[in-house]
């Protein structure tokens, strides 16, 4: 059983900061990209950044410059740091990362359960 187990959601103010964890763990054989996805009431979800295995890194243009996305290949981890958040970033916040169980099985993508951030202005 794999999962992601996401951490660090929360309340904030606008202008603030918060830092968001992703951790997989589990039956675990390869770790390929790993994101993080946001979606807020009534509206679709919607890639906010990701990172590859050597980190390359790609940010939708809203939060470029704001958010930094980091991984730790040892404790396959990711974090999103959030700085100068504005009231429309708050959504739900989903971990998504490409894994593959065992050499030679396919890859396939899992998703974490979400974790909430509200910014309040």
């Known amino acids: 059983q794999v999962q992601l187990v996401e951490s660090g959601g929360g309340l904030v103010q606008a202008g603030g900061s918060l830092r968001l964890s992703c951790a997989a763990s589990?039956?675990?054989?390869?770790?390929?990209?790993m994101g993080w996805y946001r979606q807020a009431p009534g509206k679709q979800r919607d890639m906010v950044a990701i990172?590859?295995?050597?980190?390359?890194?790609n940010y939708a243009a809203s939060v470029k410059g704001r958010f930094t996305i980091s991984r730790d290949n040892a404790k396959n981890t990711i974090y999103l740091q959030m700085n100068s958040l504005k009231p429309e970033d708050t959504a739900v916040y989903y971990c998504n990362a490409n894994l593959q169980r065992a050499l030679y099985e396919s890859w396939y993508q899992q998703w974490g359960q979400g974790t909430q951030v509200t910014v309040s202005s």
């Open positions: 589990g039956s675990i054989f390869g770790i390929g990209a």
């Open positions: 990172v590859t295995r050597d980190a390359s890194t």
